[in-house]
């Protein structure tokens, strides 16, 4: 079943404000850290999970140790983002697991006031293109809005994590329009 929808007026095609609108696809360690860095420099990022709850792909190794210590998998933005509403990181030289840096450290990400709100979890992107062209279209293609189309995961069905995660920077100066597609 297709249900086109927008899912909020940030969607809204060509608005105000909708310049810095930045789509990340992915709430994994890199598209947390995308969003705390765009958040810093004074954009608005959407982020899409297709999982039900952040870093779906470390959840899926959750016992498994890190091969790299904590300095070099908490982004400084979001180091700062966390720091700020006292969060502490935790000793730097240690090796977490998986489901340490989910627990200390993407978890809280998540729910901080400044990301929460730009979360769209069990969406699961299933395209990206131009508003109003196809693929062999390209005269005017720069200035047509982006628009996202997502599938909606249904609670009960679960998900398969990607094997690999995959970060789509979009400048929305043309604006943004979502699309969802209830799964
Ligand atoms: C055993 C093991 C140990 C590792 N140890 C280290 C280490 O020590 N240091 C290190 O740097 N790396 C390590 N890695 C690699 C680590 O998994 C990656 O560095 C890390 O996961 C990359 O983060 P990411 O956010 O890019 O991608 P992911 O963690 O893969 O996150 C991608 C996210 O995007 C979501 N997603 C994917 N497709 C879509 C879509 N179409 N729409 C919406 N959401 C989508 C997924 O559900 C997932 O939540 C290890 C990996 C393994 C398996």
Redesign the pocket.
């Known amino acids: 079943m297709k249900n086109e929808s927008t899912l909020s007026p940030a969607f809204s095609p060509r608005g105000e404000g909708e310049a810095r609108t930045v789509a990340v696809?992915?709430?994994?360690?890199?598209?947390l850290a995308a969003a705390a860095n765009l958040l810093e420099r004074g954009y608005v990022p959407i982020v899409?999970?297709?999982?039900a709850s952040?870093?779906?792909?470390?959840e899926s190794?959750r016992q498994?140790q890190?091969?790299?210590p904590w300095r070099?998998?908490v982004d400084p933005a979001a180091r700062r983002l966390l720091e700020a509403s006292g969060w502490t990181m935790p000793n730097e030289d240690e090796l977490p697991t998986?489901g340490a840096m989910i627990d200390r450290y993407l978890a809280p990400l998540a729910s901080h006031p400044s990301i929460a709100p730009t979360l769209r979890l069990s969406?699961?992107?299933?395209s990206i293109s131009r508003e109003g062209f196809d693929k062999v279209k390209s005269k005017g293609r720069e200035a047509a809005a982006f628009v996202i189309r997502?599938t909606v995961i249904p609670a009960k069905a679960g998900?398969q994590?990607?094997p690999?995660?995959?970060?789509a920077w979009i400048p929305a100066f043309a604006g943004m329009t979502l699309c969802s597609e209830a799964g």
Do not use: C
């Open positions: 696809i992915g709430a994994g360690p890199i598209g899409f999970e297709a999982g952040v870093a779906a792909n470390f190794f498994v890190l091969f790299s070099y998998n998986a969406h699961r992107v299933t997502a998900i994590p990607e690999r995660g995959r970060i």
